[in-house]
């Protein structure tokens, strides 16, 4: 109220200043409530967020590391397919025989072994 109009002091008007009060009163307890459950709200928000982020950092370590282990399986299947083939090779006495002949230069009785220069270009190409 403006300072020279004077209130009247009747019960009406003192109930009507109270009701407004506890109105501003409720509406401040309101106010502050509702800023406490946002900002509870927001630090929920925000940790969910970083624990999501966590996660997927988490799962993309763990999708590299597989991929990883998944090649050097492959490779090591192909390795294992490799050592059986000559294996199997080795149990045979033609392909012994072959690399004594042109690893080991061995020969048989009465054989004599000569290196041409065409030999010598396979095996470099072949290295």
Same mark, same amino acid.
């Given at each position: &109220? $403006?300072?020279?109009?004077?209130?009247?002091?009747? %019960?009406?008007? $003192? %109930? !009507?200043?109270?009701?407004?009060?506890?109105?501003?009163?409720?509406?401040?307890?309101?106010?502050?409530? &509702?800023?406490?459950?946002?900002?509870? +709200?927001? !630090?929920?928000?925000?940790?969910?967020?970083? &624990?999501?982020?966590?996660?997927?950092? $988490?799962?993309?370590?763990?999708?590299?590391?597989?991929?990883?282990?998944?090649?050097?399986?492959?490779?090591?299947?192909?390795?294992?397919?490799?050592?059986?083939?000559? +294996?199997?090779?080795?149990? #045979? #006495?033609?392909?012994?025989?072959?690399?004594?002949?042109?690893?080991?230069?061995?020969?048989? #009785?009465?054989?004599?072994?000569?290196?041409?220069?065409? #030999?010598?270009?396979?095996? %470099?190409?072949?290295?």
């Amino acid at each position: &109220m $403006s300072k020279k109009v004077q209130g009247i002091g009747n %019960q009406y008007t $003192s %109930q !009507a200043n109270a009701k407004r009060q506890r109105h501003e009163r409720l509406k401040k307890v309101v106010k502050k409530r &509702m800023t406490v459950f946002g900002g509870g +709200l927001l !630090a929920i928000i925000i940790v969910l967020l970083i &624990m999501v982020g966590m996660q997927m950092h $988490s799962n993309q370590q763990a999708s590299q590391e597989r991929q990883a282990k998944e090649e050097a399986y492959q490779k090591i299947q192909e390795e294992e397919i490799e050592l059986k083939e000559r +294996l199997n090779n080795l149990n #045979d #006495d033609e392909y012994i025989e072959k690399i004594a002949r042109d690893e080991y230069y061995l020969s048989n #009785d009465g054989e004599v072994i000569f290196k041409l220069p065409e #030999d010598q270009q396979k095996n %470099q190409k072949q290295e």
